[in-house]
Structures are given as C-alpha cells and as structure tokens.
C-alpha cells in the first residue's frame, strides 16, 4: 500500500463518487511498483509497462493507449492531461494507478491518497 499526503493538485475538485483529479511526478508512484519508464521527448510520450500491462500518456493529449487501445484518461473532463511543469513530467496518478490495477482512495480527512495493489 502505498499513501501520498502531499500530492500535486491540478484540477482539485471531486465529483460525485469522490473522484479526485491530480497529477503527480510519475517517479513519485512508479518505482514503488518497479514500472519501467521511458520518455521519448519527439513524440513527447510517456511509456510505462508493469506486469505485462502498458500505458502510453501524450503530453497535452486527453486520451491514452492502454495495452494498446486508445481510451479517455477522464471522460468526465477532458482538461485531465499529461504536462510538463518545472521541467517534471506530471501524469495523472488515478488513470495510471488504476490502469496497472491499483485501487485508489481518497482520504478527506487527511487530504491523502491510498493507493492499494496485490504484489505480483
């Protein structure tokens, strides 16, 4: 398990089933699965493969590759994007959690995030 208390907040606002929208350096989540990560700075890309599942995150693009099928990272809100800020890569810490079969709660009274995945 693992649990953020200081997330970066992009869009910080919940909808109805208490879904918060962050984005969050992606070292800060993925080396504590043991994810692979590339960059390719021509197509401003984001690759990240775990266990046999792979996600590919646009920088600016509102949509994804999910084990190679194109999907919405948010369909509630298409301003939900990958974006470079101080010169760190940001991706959206609940698509990818979620995606590599993570579960992910948000905890109000703490302001935290606990994230919850079986060891593989």
Not at 60 to 67: D, F, L, S
């Amino acid at each position: 398990m693992l649990k953020y208390s200081s997330p970066t907040c992009q869009y910080g606002r919940t909808d109805d089933n208490q879904k918060l929208f962050l984005s969050v350096f992606s070292t800060k989540l993925i080396p504590s699965l043991d994810c692979q990560v590339e960059w390719d700075p021509a197509d401003r890309r984001v690759d990240i493969t775990y266990e046999g599942k792979s996600i590919n995150l646009w920088i600016g693009k509102n949509k994804a590759k999910v084990n190679g099928q194109e999907v919405m990272i948010d369909p509630s809100n298409p301003n939900v994007v990958p974006e470079i800020t101080n010169s760190r890569t940001m991706v959206p810490l609940r698509f990818v959690a979620e995606s590599l079969g993570c579960e992910v709660e948000w905890l109000p009274d703490t302001k935290s995030i606990r994230i919850t995945y079986q060891a593989g």
